[in-house]
């Protein structure tokens, strides 16, 4: 994907306003518990320091709707980006271009809470322009904003020269690899929960796939589209058609599709609930399909041993609830294997997807997993992202 980069761009003596996502989840007591979003934060920050460049960081955190609150104010976060930084950082309560006069090269100041003021998330230009008038040229580091279409995350960068930074570099050329320019044969991995909460994703899929295994609970409006009968399973009765206008528009485009063929039953959505693995044909009306049988693992390992790339997004089954991991935990495993032996790109995101690739032992060796819920999905569902379209220009 052709973006602007910052490989080449001149930064000495440049004022660099930073778009990052400090959006951390925190322990009941307030501390940090998971720095994920800063770690990825930090390559670009000392990148601009080393370049003697100055940088300004914007952020938004929680959902204040545009008025300043204690609990959501940024500062919390700066004695942890002074350790891992290991030098200075101002925090700037307020958005005053000349507190950007106390920086000293190679300087960091962070400003609060981007969504402290009103005009954030309705993408004001008027508050873009305050932002913009901080510094001189603009990075945008944060994908998971990227599908925002905010001041800070997006209108900014309309205003002044925008650059991505290097978090983002690594996940567009990631994620392109994965849809844009991937190695045929390109497989995907949809599950979780619902169909309705990712129809737009099915279609845009299935006209980019060779092969799209569709598991956890929304292969049950599928099977269930098809005829086949699911109990009491999760099944959104009502997107029959839409389930069979996707599986239509799938043939037409050459993509094949699989859905399980056998499947684990139980009758109590819970952990160690009695079970039995089944035909299609044999579940009860008393029984939920929780996860999918073997014989469809070993067809979806297959049709990994097929692919050269794979996008997976979601869980092939309750996976939360021993033993309804077992096949999300196996196809997560093979995956792995296989993009360890070299022989395939593996890109995962979005919701409870990286969760589920963690709890699998697998998340270090795919190629790459997308921390970004809301971005990711809308990447996939091939929708532009404000954030990252400014960085085409
Ligand atoms: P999503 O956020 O749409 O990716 O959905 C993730 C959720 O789907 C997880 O909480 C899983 O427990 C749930 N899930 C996956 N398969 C099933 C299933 N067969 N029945 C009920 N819930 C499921």
Redesign the pocket.
Known sequence: MDFNRLKGTRLKGKTAIVRVDFNVPRNKDGSISDDTRLQSALPTIKHLQKAGAKTILLSHYGRPNGKPNKKDSLRFIVPALVEALDSEVLFSPTLNANAVDLLEPGGVMLMENTRFHKGETEGDKALAQEFADLGDIYIQDAFSAAHRNHASSAVIGELMPAYAGLAMERELDHISQALIKPKSPVMGVV????VS??IDLLKNLVSKLDILVIG??MA?TFLFAQGHKVGS??CEKDLKDTALDILKTAKKEKCQIILPTDVVVAKE?KANAKHRQCELASVKSTE????CGTASVEQLMDAMDSAKTLIW?????????SPFDTSTVEAAKYAAKLTKKGKLVSVAG????VAALKHAGAADDFTFISTAGGAFLEWMEGKPLPGVEILKK
């Open positions: 599950g979780g929960a619902k909460t990712k956890g609970g049950n399973s999760l959505f939920m399909i929780l996860d997004n979601g869980p092939l089954g309750a996976f939360e609830l979005g919701g409870d997807t």
